[in-house]
Nanobody, 116 residues
């Protein structure tokens, strides 16, 4: 079994910054990508960003230039640096891991609230 544990959520004012972290552990097969999704109240879960094992990054258009995803392969961890946060970024952020067999795993989520 694979476990993903997120940390770093919280309350921040518009224009502020937060850093989310995700650590993967357990019976991890060959990792293909790790990334972040989010779900706002009343909305479907949506893609935010992912990073491949080789370091290639992909971002949703609405976070490009504001969010940066990074990884430490040896520790099976990823971070999401979020800058210039907006109220519409308020959501539960979920860590995702996909292995080379295309199995997908999810963390429990961490709340990010952007409000003055």
């Amino acid at each position: 079994q694979v476990q993903l544990v997120e940390s770093g959520g919280g309350l921040v004012q518009p224009g502020g910054s937060l850093r989310l972290s995700c650590a993967a552990s357990g019976s991890i097969f060959s990792i293909s990508t790790m990334g972040w999704y989010r779900q706002a109240p009343g909305k479907e879960r949506e893609f935010v960003a992912f990073i491949t094992r080789g370091g290639s990054r992909n971002y949703a258009y609405f976070v490009k230039g504001r969010f940066t995803i990074s990884s430490e392969n040896a520790k099976n961890t990823i971070d999401l640096e979020m800058n210039n946060l907006r109220p519409e970024d308020t959501a539960v952020y979920y860590c995702n891991l996909r292995d080379s067999r295309r199995y997908s795993y999810w963390g429990q989520g961490t709340q990010v609230t952007v409000s003055s």
